[in-house]
């Protein structure tokens, strides 16, 4: 069993930036890629970024490409995400997930319960 909890959410200003973290619990963080996702009011779960088991490999929507940055600290079961240049677009509540593969498709065997980022304008 693999517990995430996301924090770091929060209200900014366009242009500003947060770094979202999701912590593991467990001892098997590092046997899973790892995927960030987001839901804005009234629409469907959006994908964002992925990271491989590693943290070699990433992968990113071409709404966030160039804006955020996917990482991980398998020693710390830590994944984070780096957001920058933030627009009100973005704004969502946040989540992690875990799944044996890389995103975005795939089974995701685990999720955190969000965490709420706000981007005014």
């Known amino acids: 069993q693999v517990q995430l909890v996301e924090s770091g959410g929060g209200l900014v200003q366009a242009g500003g930036s947060l770094r979202l973290s999701c912590a593991a619990s467990?001892?098997?963080?590092?046997?899973?890629?790892m995927t960030w996702f987001r839901q804005a009011p009234g629409k469907e779960r959006e994908f964002v970024a992925t990271?491989?088991?590693?943290?070699?490999?990433?992968y990113y929507s071409d709404s966030v490409k160039g804006r955020f940055t996917i990482s991980r600290d398998n020693a710390k079961s830590t994944v984070y995400l780096q957001m920058n240049s933030l627009k009100p677009e973005d704004t969502a509540v946040y989540y992690c997930?875990?799944?044996?593969?890389?995103?975005?498709?795939?089974?995701?065997?685990?999720w955190g319960q969000g965490t709420q980022v706000t981007v005014s304008s």
């Open positions: 997930a875990a799944s044996r593969e890389m995103g975005p498709k795939g089974t995701y065997e685990y």
């Open positions: 467990g001892r098997t963080f590092s046997t899973y890629a």
């Open positions: 990271i491989s088991r590693s943290g070699g490999s990433t």
